[in-house]
């Protein structure tokens, strides 16, 4: 993750590389022994008093400036009292003192006494000038009985960034100047930013790419990026170190390193890439690089933050209910904890595809293996489902309504990032909830959701009745049989997975007598037959045909038995 300052730094590595050759052959061209070296038009936030210019002796040679004047459209600020010494800096400042609790220049980038001069900070020359800097296009001069030195600019940089010359012996053009990279957004009274050392390595514009890209859980993933020798010289041998940054205050500590790669002695402009391989815990991570010391360390660091997914989602959507019957309970969606651990779902959010409204934003732990109920209307949902623990229900505030035609669930972490999601189409009546099947199982399968096949219809904060072995084919058996009519006979079926069926029992004419199941939802389970018909009446004891159909055209028929009393 660059700042903006990076940003700009990076901008102005991109541009150096294409003048650098210009740059060079200026060196011959400029004259003037004083220049206009930087400028801060846009002062920090609205403290318009804090605009300065900065002047450099480029020479080897203390310089007074007796006859030197500093212009400012219709201002002009004569400047004998100050001295600039062999290459060094003095500021001109709009206002450079002031009392206890005003702005200036002292109080801004000195020590706040009130008094310049009197710190280790302020040991440069600085004056009070005359000036009104404006934002937009503006011209700021330096004459010494002619023209020294000239700078315009048609707009200047955000708050409290300053423009800089990029090179001292560069001529006095808009393309000389660049905003500055520098921390603090400016460099009163020492090099700027934009000038090259002769040994300074950064890196390049592209940062850190991490591939593969988002990482997973304890998966291996490498770190790329490549380390550019921006400065004059053949730079030093160097290293870059890599650090998961565990509390997040972008300092490197020992215990925090993951690598310490060599970097060799590079040619100016040349770059070098570099790469490293690591793994990591599923969650919100923080990685910073650094290059070893050189002239320039504001260029040194570089730090981004990403995501990494764990290998499966802790808390999944286990149940949910989007086409309830009118005047029963409202939509509804249960939550499960597959994981070890507890989870605390402060700040998570759950809603469909175009939007999503916090669960909670207080603690809310969720234990290992426990469910969580998030419902339109607490009330409606209590009177359908008055068995479900109160304190496994939570009403979500601006409920996100699922589509009955097809939606999307989705659920969000305090991250921002999904950590659930699946895609309905069908319903299965207003009465059944659409259950997983498998908790490890992906989400994303439509395999591995079937309507609820309890009595009640869902099983909201329970076990889902889904949850049940399935076998290759259409399996059935009957115990007792024969058996004695007034009694029960226990009719066993096993069914692959996602069977709708149909069961019935049939005369030998023919003639159905009683239905047991009708084009149903079904998982593995019972059906209980006392040998009557579908009033209730007792039937003739005599043979009896029980058959079952799956709509995928599976058919067994099994002759019963009944016996007389």
């Not at 010494?85 to 002031?98: D, E, F, K, M, Q």
């Not at 815990?281 to 570089?302: L, P």
């Amino acid at each position: 993750m660059m700042s903006k300052f990076q940003r700009r730094h990076r901008a102005a590595i991109v541009l150096m590389a294409a003048i650098f050759p210009f740059l060079l052959m200026a060196v011959a061209q400029a004259a003037s022994p004083v220049v206009i070296n930087e400028v801060l038009a846009n002062e920090p936030g609205s403290a318009v008093v804090l605009e300065w210019v900065e002047l450099h002796n480029r020479t080897d040679s203390s310089i007074t400036l007796a006859n030197f004047v500093f212009v400012d459209g219709n201002d002009t600020t004569a400047l004998a009292e100050m001295t600039l010494s062999p290459g060094g800096y003095g500021i001109l400042a709009r206002r450079l003192t002031a009392g206890p609790g005003e702005n200036s220049f002292e109080s801004t980038w000195g020590d706040g006494s009130g008094i310049w001069g009197d710190d280790a900070t302020e040991q440069y020359p600085a004056l009070a000038a005359t000036m009104s800097l404006r934002n937009t296009a503006d011209t700021v001069a330096l004459y010494h009985g002619h023209e020294s030195s000239r700078l315009f600019w048609s707009n200047s940089a955000d708050d409290g960034i300053s423009l800089e010359r990029i090179l001292p012996e560069s001529p006095d053009e808009s393309e000389s100047f660049v905003y500055s990279a520098d921390p603090d957004g400016s460099t009163p009274g020492r090099i700027n930013s934009a000038t090259p050392r002769p040994n300074d390595l950064a890196f390049d514009t592209t940062g850190i790419t991490i591939t593969p890209y988002p990482p997973r859980e304890y998966e291996p993933l490498t770190f790329s990026f490549t380390v550019v020798n921006i400065g004059l010289d053949i730079s030093t041998a160097n290293y870059v170190r890599i650090a998961d940054d565990f509390n997040f205050d972008c300092l490197l500590t020992e215990n925090e390193i993951l690598d310490s790669l060599g970097i060799p002695a590079l040619q100016p402009g040349q770059a070098y890439p570099v790469s490293s391989e690591g793994s990591f815990a599923g969650g919100f991570h923080q990685v910073v690089v650094e290059i070893g010391q050189d002239d320039d360390t504001t260029d040194n660091h570089f730090v981004r933050q990403f995501k990494v997914a764990y290998g499966q989602p802790e808390i999944v959507i286990n149940e949910y209910l989007p086409d309830p019957l009118p005047g029963k309970s409202e939509e509804w969606i249960e939550l499960y904890n597959r994981s070890e651990t507890p989870v605390d779902l402060a700040g998570w959010q759950i809603g469909d595809s175009v939007a999503q409204s916090f669960i909670t934003e207080d603690v809310l732990v969720l234990p290992p293996g426990e469910f969580l109920v998030v419902c339109e209307q607490l009330d409606a949902f209590t009177l359908v489902y008055p068995e479900t623990a109160p304190a496994r229900v939570v009403e979500v505030n601006g409920w996100r309504t699922l589509n009955n035609t097809g939606d999307r669930i989705v659920l969000v972490d305090d991250f921002g990032y999904v950590v659930d999601s699946l895609r309905y189409a069908e319903m299965y009546g207003g009465e059944r909830s659409i259950e997983r099947i498998d908790p490890d199982g992906p989400s994303g399968n439509p395999a591995n959701w079937w309507g609820s096949v309890d009595p009640a219809g869902a099983t909201p904060g329970a076990e889902n009745s889904t949850a049940v072995d399935y076998t290759d084919d259409l399996q059935v058996s009957i115990s007792p049989n024969p058996f004695v009519r007034g009694s029960m006979v226990e009719i066993h079926y096993g069914v692959p997975l996602l069977t709708m069926m149909s069961a019935a029992i049939y005369d030998l004419n023919g003639r159905m007598v009683k239905s047991l199941l009708e084009d149903e939802p079904v998982v593995s389970g019972m059906l209980v037959w006392e040998g009557a018909d579908g009033h209730g009446l007792a039937l003739p004891p005599g043979i009896y045909v029980a058959f079952f159909e799956t709509e995928a055209g599976a058919r067994r028929k099994i002759p019963i038995a009944v016996r007389p009393e």
